[in-house]
């Protein structure tokens, strides 16, 4: 399977403060795997619904991850995939259904991106590339840091579409924060006629690939740095090296 | 182990874990239908007031019932036999519930409030599952969109121009969503249908 091959590491000797930077920066679910594309673009058009798609995800992200590290033993190798489907769609369903009875306002504004949440590989990703060969304490946290890792790249998108596309900045808050969220939109550029471009995915398409080209630049420079910290070390170090060679 | 018995161990396996996931869901659905209808009620309450903001208790509070045997044929309004609609007895508003079958992912169901003369008093979603920041602005706290319908009547504009402008018709169109505006303009239209077809008996229903 494609998802495994992302994952640089084997995943399984990695101590707690690596599994954060995987999902934060090195294996960041948008940047690095480029998983959950199509909810990702759909849906970063503006701050308010990057948020509510990322705090959705991270939730099913968490639980799907801890119930496949639960029954991880479990399972026969050959239909885990099956397995796993099954409980990431009834773990969302029941997800849902909950919400529904009693956290009904919060549905309204979260109910909507459920349906993107299901069809989003990110889930069957850890669940295959981590979840099932971790303990339930650290596919939690693999979780918890991916879904973060996810949110922090919509909610960048979000911004840059939002202020590109619309000239504001945190419009409609509102319909997450309540009423007294109502005036922290921020008009960066009065009177500004949308930009269709970003407003709509294929802007979106091209603020993540500049997003992803930033991270590169970004790794590379550090790549250099370590380089070039090795090649300035004493010369003594060095030339044990070149004797060895000459033996 | 031969393939035979490793295929029927794990198709009893897979079977059992389909019993056990789906049985948590049924579980879950009876645990909590009849909260979430109650939800939706209330919901359905408050949009009721936004169509007809000087109605008295009894429209929600006294709902009729759209039954086939009064009616006929519901399926303008692809409703189920003995869905509710309401009426202000004040006024003789009718709010009618309407489902969009067509939308981009489930059914859209709609209220609309239609006055003695015909016209559209409002129109509001009560449920959907349009995309996120596309098809979603058919909510009225996301874009006033569904605003264009207010005082439209089944001749005004004409049978062939309830369609969005881009279709060549008289409706605004949002950008990046053609299927779901579609869906809401037809199941508006077809409400008003229903309701030219029946308003006699839509008004004459006894409180």
Redesign the interface.
Known sequence: MSIESHSPAPAVQNPTQDIIKDGLWRNNPALVQLLGLCPLL??S??VV?AL??GIATLLVLIGSNVAVSLIRNH??D??RL??FV??I??FT??AE??M???A?ELY?IL???I??IVTNCIILGRAEGFARKNTVWRSLVDGTMMGIGFMGILLLLGIIREVIGQGTLFA?ME?MFGPAAVNWKWVIIPDYS?F?FA???PGAFVALGLLIAGKNVIDDRQKQRVQKAVDDQPALSRRVRVTGHIH | MSIYT?IR??AI??GL??IL??G??AL??T??SE??AE?ER??QAKLLYEILPTADADLALLPQQLSQELFGDLALLGVKDGTAYFIDRSTQDVILPAIAPDGY?ESIRLLVGISQNGQVKGVRVVS???????G?RIEL??SPWILQFDGVSISVPAEDAWLVVKDGGAFDQM??ATITPRAVIAAVHRALQFYQQHQAVLLGAQP
């Open positions: 759909a849906v058009g503006t619904n509510g798609l399972v026969q050959t239909v099956p397995a099954m409980i769609a009834s369903t029941t259904l909950i529904q009875a009693y009904f309204q109910g909507i991106f349906p993107l409609g319909l949308q269709l407003v709509l995915p | 490793s161990q794990n396996g897979l874990f389909a996931t789906a948590v869901i879950t659905q645990m909590t909260r979430i939800n209330h919901y992912t959907h599952k349009e995309t996120p920041g596309l979603d706290k996301k950008s990046g």
